[in-house]
């Protein structure tokens, strides 16, 4: 019984990996293609109920943008190593490629 439960969950941890469905992919990999493009931040301030003041930055900046990849190879690359396949349009083609 407990052989069973350990090939189960063996399995089941092994199906994990497999590949994702292309469209899942490819919304997955516009993140990463957007980012090989120009970096994202985000500045945010708050003032608390107590008077306290506080603040943050975040940054946002990848290896593919400092080396100069084009968003499209980045695009392409991730897409195949998530779903086994290309993608159905390059990510120029696509509205998330102009923001």
């Known amino acids: 019984m407990i052989r069973l439960?350990?090939?189960?969950?063996?399995?089941?941890?092994?199906?994990?990996?497999?590949?994702?469905?292309l469209q899942q992919a490819e919304q997955i990999c516009i993140s990463d293609a957007q980012l090989s493009q120009h970096p994202r931040g985000a500045v945010s301030f708050g003032v608390g109920a107590d008077g306290r003041t506080g603040?943050?930055?975040?940054?946002?900046?990848?290896?593919?943008?400092?080396?100069?990849?084009?968003?499209?190879?980045?695009?392409a690359a991730c897409v195949q190593r998530r779903a086994g396949q290309p993608?159905?349009?390059?990510?120029?083609?696509?509205?998330?490629s102009r923001q």
């Open 5 to 21: 439960w350990y090939a189960l969950s063996l399995l089941a941890l092994l199906s994990a990996c497999g590949p994702l469905p």
């Open 55 to 75: 603040a943050s930055v975040q940054l946002g900046i990848t290896s593919d943008y400092l080396l100069g990849h084009d968003p499209d190879q980045v695009y």
């Open 87 to 96: 993608p159905s349009r390059p990510f120029s083609s696509l509205p998330e």
